[in-house]
């Protein structure tokens, strides 16, 4: 795969900066013509991750979100979210549907919903670290449905 | 983000707006809770209709505002969900004690 372009973002970890990142990144996407749903997955899956980095990753200390987004040949779209936090210390129990540690009225669901509306989803953490989340996501676009 | 109320007998309808995401849930969330404390109804309705966007931030509001009502036996009604909302409520199983209303 041939990576035709790639923006990055960085921005304070702050709940208010959650619609301009997810925002940022569905507009970066449009250059591929996705489809009304295909915008929509993108917004979800990329606000999923972001909360979490502002929710859990840096309970103490102000720290950034790194957003990178690349397109390649075949339509894919893949986003990494980085955070230089405390990271994740049971991934596996983190990905478990309802699993949370972010209390009340969190529903627990940040990382089944980014499974559930991308293609492809992986993490990478590291305690003291930090934590990456990369979203894949082909874009089939408005062009190729309508045919 | 605008949240719009209409009190009608023991049924308080909350007309929600714009994006629902972890940033905006906080005031949403406040602004509900203030108004069932003053009005005590029976029946919840929550009017997704001018949600434009929604994370599952919105079912983390919807599962709370259900807790607190069930206290004294208020019940809660989702309306005019997009299909999207709809899947990620779907994804919790609140469908199972929560009412979803076509229109």
Known sequence: MKKINEMKLTTEAKSVNEGFCRVAVASFASQLDPTVEEISDIKTAVSEAVTNAIVHAYPTRAGKIYITASLTDENMLTVRIRDTGVGIPDINKAREPLFTTGGD???????????????????????GKGTTVTIYKRIRGRNINES | MQVLFKAEKDVLTVYLSGDIDHHTSKKIREAIDGEMQKMMPSVLKLDFRDVHFMDSSGVGLVMGRYKNAVIYGCSVV??????????????????????????
Request: hydrophobic share 35%; charged share 35%; net charge negative.
């Open chain 1, 105 to 127: 009225d969190r529903s627990g669901l940040g990382f089944s919903v980014m499974e559930c509306f991308s293609d492809k989803l992986k993490i990478r953490s590291e305690e």
């Open chain 2, 78 to 103: 989702v309306s005019h969900i997009s299909s999207n909302a709809e899947k990620i409520m779907k994804m919790s199983g609140l469908e199972k004690i929560i009412t979803f209303e076509k229109d």
